[in-house]
Every structure is written in structure tokens, then in C-alpha cells.
């Protein structure tokens, strides 16, 4: 399976007011000209506001379908320039729902090892300016890809992403993963069969974000 950068994307930190506080981000990104270098801090001139959330080896990278993008795009009624949704990486032709834990992509120099959803917060809300967005995120499943850094590299807009090593010895997808945190808890028992068949580091995120001890 191959696919392509459509582009690389980065954000700063910002302020804003809400109801019950002042809050931080740097979810809103745009694309940026020319090569990025990915090393094992994330995207190089990318922000992060909250690294207890954000950033360290397990959420080094976001990778967001421009295929996702677009169904966002339907369902709010208006066009979504790449990083709209927080992504440093907007993909075109790749199943990043159905990629697991653990699958390999090299994508332009670097090579990259899908980890984790992403599970948005208010602040994607604010983003967009649409109150209640993260709960739609949350349903529709469709939770783009968190990944670390195997081997730095240089990426950029038009690079080839292949998918270098699968994990058939799993069936546990983002998808999946995904619909077992928000939307159909029966399916978590399914996810935590597979635990010790993921990356360790991906398995203990999964059981904190199942509130497992």
C-alpha cells in the first residue's frame, strides 16, 4: 500500500478564553513550504502546548487523511485547508483508520510506527468555531494516526508513504481502536486480548486510556 504527502503542516501556541478558563494550543496548523525535518521531538518548528497530551515517543507525529478531511468538509459545509484538524502530516491514498499499531510507514526519509488515536478535546472546538465537534470526532471514528519515530528524516509535500511493515499478527486498526474508547466499550475486551501482541510503550497507553490498572 502506497500513498502520498499532500502536505506537511505546523502550528505555535496560542491563547484563548472560554467560559471556565484561559486555555492554551497549538492545534490549529498550516502547510509550510518546502522539506520538514521529523526527528524523535515531533516536526520541527511544530509547538505543543500540552506535552502531557501532546509530543514525547508515542504522539511524535499526527497524520490526518485528506479523504477524512474531506468527509469533515461534507459535514460541516465548508472546505478545510490541511492541518485544519491538528494533523503535521495530511495524507492522500492511505487507509490510515484501518493501519494498526505497530505498522511501519517510511515517508519521504524518515520512517515512522503508527501508535495510537488521537481523542480531541474541547480545543478542537475552538478551532474550527464548532461547539460540540470533539464528541462528532469522537463518533465518527475516524481518529487520524499518532506515530514515533523509528529513523529521522527529511518530508515533504509529494513524498511517496509506504507502508513498510505490517502487524497481521493483530486486528486491532485505529478504527477499532477508536470505536472501543467512545463509542462500544464491549469492544475494549477484544483490544486488550491483543495487548501483548502491540508495541509495549502502545500498550500501555491503550490500558490508561481504558482506565485499566
Not at 125 to 134: F, H, K, M, N, V
Not at 159 to 186: K, M, Q, S, W, Y
Amino acid at each position: 500500500m502506497a500513498g502520498t504527502v499532500e502536505a506537511t503542516c505546523t502550528g505555535s501556541i496560542e491563547s484563548f478564553e472560554t467560559a471556565e478558563r484561559t486555555a492554551t494550543t497549538a492545534i490549529r496548523k498550516s502547510a509550510v513550504d518546502g522539506p520538514v525535518w521529523i526527528s524523535s521531538d515531533g516536526v520541527e518548528g511544530d509547538q505543543i502546548a500540552n506535552r502531557d497530551s501532546h509530543g514525547g515517543s508515542v504522539k511524535a507525529v499526527y497524520a490526518y487523511a485528506a479523504e477524512d478531511r474531506a468527509f469533515w468538509e461534507r459535514q460541516l459545509g465548508r472546505d478545510l485547508a490541511p492541518g485544519a484538524l491538528g494533523e503535521n502530516l495530511a495524507t492522500q491514498g492511505i487507509d490510515v483508520t484501518g493501519a494498526r499499531p505497530g505498522e511501519r510507514w517510511r515517508v519521504g526519509d524518515a520512517l515512522l510506527e503508527v501508535t495510537t488515536i488521537r481523542t480531541p478535546c474541547y480545543k478542537l472546538a475552538w478551532a474550527l468555531d464548532e461547539p460540540g465537534i470533539e464528541r462528532a470526532f469522537q463518533r465518527a471514528a475516524r481518529p487520524g494516526a499518532y506515530l514515533t519515530v523509528i529513523e529521522e528524516g527529511e518530508v515533504a509535500a509529494g513524498d511517496e508513504i509506504r507502508v513498510v511493515r505490517t502487524r497481521a499478527d493483530h486486528g486491532v486498526t485505529l478504527g477499532v481502536l477508536a470505536h472501543a474508547c467512545h463509542n462500544d466499550r464491549r469492544l475494549r475486551e477484544e483490544v486488550l486480548e491483543d495487548l501483548d501482541l502491540l508495541p509495549s510503550a502502545v500498550a500501555a497507553h491503550i490500558t490508561t486510556m481504558f482506565g485499566v490498572r
